[in-house]
């Protein structure tokens, strides 16, 4: 997370809210391009390329989906969002958080643009897996 907010209760709630990384403004591209392949160098190898729930195939490699065998056909938005939902299974994602990991830190987006990304990808997939977590958020049980 690149940020300009300093504070240790901010860098604390990014890390617990799961991000790998907090780097406050003003930075150094050095350091932070050094930070980005140090990340790069622990995910080597440890990145599941396929991961399945129920009958869907996810195949991060070959940026496909496939349901009971056939390949489903998702926008590049809907892959990202259910990457990032994979990744983080369990875990309740605010609005928020989808908005920084999927379309990226910055972009604006409302509230009601996500919820509808998110009705799309339910029609997609089997929606008893992508759980509404009221006041809070999604939390995909994959």
Known sequence: MLTARSQE????????YGVDDYVTKPFSPRELR?????MLRRGEGLEQECYRFGDTEVDFA???????GRPVDLT??????????????????????????????G??????AV??????????IDP???????GLGY???G
């Not at 070959?62 to 009971?68: K, L, S, Y």
């Not at 919820?115 to 997609?124: E, T």
Request: glycine share 10%; aromatic share 6%; charged share 40%.
């Open 9 to 16: 209760g901010d860098k604390i709630l990014g890390l617990e």
């Open 34 to 38: 050094a930070r980005i392949k140090a």
């Open 62 to 68: 070959r940026g496909e989906m496939r349901r009971g």
């Open 76 to 105: 590049r938005l809907e892959f990202k969002l259910l990457a990032v939902f994979v990744r983080r299974r369990g875990r309740v994602l605010s609005r928020e958080h989808l908005i920084d990991l999927a379309w990226g830190g």
């Open 107 to 112: 972009t604006h987006v409302t509230d009601r």
């Open 115 to 124: 919820d509808q990304h998110i009705v799309n990808l339910r029609r997609k």
């Open 128 to 134: 008893k897996v992508l759980v509404s977590v009221r």
């Open 139 to 141: 939390r995909f049980d």
